[in-house]
Nanobody, 120 residues
Framework: QVQLVESGGGLVQPGGSLGLSCAASGSIFSINFMGWYRQAPGKLRELVAT???????RYVDPVKGRFTISRDNAKNTVYLQMNSLKPEDTAVYYCNANVLLRDGTAYNYWGQGTQVTVSS
């Protein structure tokens, strides 16, 4: 019913920047909040940042001041700009969206994940 398609990611040197985007499509009435999670090898998936429909944002401490989450409500798209990247930011990044469907139900959806590798 709803698909999240991510783009961006790749290999970058420490201190560099990368941008991710995630576009939602399907039977969407509205999107309550969107966010980015990441999962490093051998670790649990963790929240990185969230943005709510009104524009309020929330970040986990390790990325505050370095990452910026934004969204384009008209395009049902969320972005993550990552600056001053560190090797510990290396992970698969997943997009998440809490979607209100046209039939009135709400579900969480996930993107397929995109690899971010920070290495010299």
């Amino acid at each position: 019913q709803v698909q999240l398609v991510e783009s961006g990611g790749g290999l970058v040197q420490p201190g560099g920047s990368l941008g991710l985007s995630c576009a939602a499509s399907g039977s969407i009435f509205s999107i309550n909040f969107m966010g980015w999670y990441r999962q490093a090898p051998g670790k649990l998936r963790e929240l990185v940042a969230t943005i709510f429909s009104g524009g309020r944002t929330r970040y986990v401490d390790p990325v505050k001041g370095r990452f910026t989450i934004s969204r384009d409500n008209a395009k049902n798209t969320v972005y993550l700009q990552m600056n001053s990247l560190k090797p510990e930011d290396t992970a698969v990044y997943y997009c998440n969206a809490n979607v209100l469907l046209r039939d009135g139900t709400a579900y969480n959806y996930w993107g397929q994940g995109t690899q971010v590798t920070v290495s010299s």
